[in-house]
């Protein structure tokens, strides 16, 4: 499927697996929260793994489940993950893959400033152990990887606001022969201009507010993300 296909059809339901109620062509908006079962038996089999329900919007939605499936297509991903905003995705990704009181997060000067405020003064503050490198400073990205801790790199390519990119490829080379995640925040790349995925990256990091909603109009954002 060409990519414009793709961003058209993929994930979408057609009344299918949890829009079943519509015949609508566009994906409709459900804003309900709680998912009923039609009998015990239904609930009984929901409980045992047999039927699939979205219970409660907590654990997920059947509109979120289109863009989810969506961005998995474009960015050839596992799974996705949308969250209410671009650093709730950022923080819930380093909170749930680095370890209080024994991580070590490798992330660049150059790189998206609330992230990059979020793990300087909030993850030190966890006992988690910090380093900057410079964008492109491979020397030193790898003599902080011989340390042997490191749990995760993160950074945002290309860069804000500088549009600076980083050899993706290289980097997730280094990171796993020492067994380190590599996280990239492809928001300003997009899904259609970059596949960080494909050529390493475990872990893609979107804020929706930007290009991938074309236009700068929504206020729901995402997170994709792939745990290879
Ligand atoms: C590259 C990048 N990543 C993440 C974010 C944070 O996203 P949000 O504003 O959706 O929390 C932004 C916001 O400007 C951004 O530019």
Not at 73 to 90: C, F, P, Q, Y
């Amino acid at each position: 499927m060409l990519l414009f296909q793709m961003a058209v059809h993929a994930g979408e339901k057609m009344g299918k697996n949890g829009l079943k109620d519509t015949d609508s062509i566009a994906t409709p908006i459900v804003s309900g929260t709680t998912h009923w079962s039609k009998s015990s038996g239904d609930l009984i089999a929901f409980k045992e793994g047999r039927r699939h329900s979205f219970e409660y919007g907590r654990y997920g939605n059947p509109t979120m489940k289109v863009l989810e499936d969506k961005i998995s297509a474009l960015e050839r991903a596992e799974s996705t993950l949308v969250t209410s905003s671009g650093m709730n995705a950022i923080v819930a990704t380093l909170l749930a893959l680095v370890p209080p009181g024994a991580g070590h997060v490798v992330t660049t000067t150059e790189c998206y400033s609330e992230a990059r405020a979020f793990i300087r003064d909030k993850l030190s503050k966890m006992g988690i152990k910090v380093t900057f490198v410079e964008l492109n400073d491979m020397e030193t990205l790898k003599a902080v990887l011989d340390q042997g801790d490191v749990t995760l790199f993160y950074t945002d390519c290309p860069t804000n606001p500088h549009l600076k990119c980083i050899d993706i490829k290289l980097v997730a080379e280094l990171c796993h022969r020492k067994g380190a995640l590599v996280c990239i925040d492809s928001t300003l790349a997009s899904t259609i201009n970059q596949k960080p995925l494909t050529i390493g990256a475990d872990i893609v990091v979107h804020s929706a507010t930007k290009y991938i909603a074309g236009h700068h109009d929504v206020s729901s954002y995402t997170r994709s993300h792939v745990f290879s």
